[in-house]
């Protein structure tokens, strides 16, 4: 089974960007789809972004025109760049190939904190 591994959060003052990566131990072609998604404290994990393909891209109406999702294929890895971050961005983010059903693959998740 492919497995997902993330990496790129931290911390950064609001208004700063971090992009993320998500490397995947086998050939990202094995998803239909890969996406982002969010958890913060005491919230329900959320939709950030996904991807089939270059343009084929969907996003949260919270992050539209600030976040943007891509994907290489000849590296097995996609990437969120995140660009004007907010205090309310701040959680943990998770890479996801194959959505939310039960064959979906989710890496471990990296922390992403904003200060205000």
């Known amino acids: 089974q492919v497995q997902l591994v993330e990496s790129g959060g931290g911390l950064v003052q609001a208004g700063g960007s971090l992009r993320l990566s998500c490397v995947a131990s086998?050939?990202?072609?094995?998803?239909?789809?890969m996406g982002w998604y969010r958890q913060a404290p005491g919230k329900q994990r959320e939709l950030v972004a996904r991807i089939v393909t270059e343009i084929n891209t969907n996003y949260a109406d919270s992050v539209k025109g600030r976040f943007t999702i891509s994907r290489d294929n000849a590296k097995n890895t996609i990437y969120l760049q995140m660009n004007n971050l907010k205090a309310e961005d701040t959680a943990v983010y998770y890479c996801?190939?194959?959505?939310?059903?039960?064959?979906?693959?989710w890496g471990p998740g990296t922390q992403v904190t904003v200060s205000s």
């Open positions: 996801n190939g194959g959505g939310e059903g039960p064959r979906a693959t």
């Open positions: 086998g050939s990202i072609f094995s998803f239909y789809n």
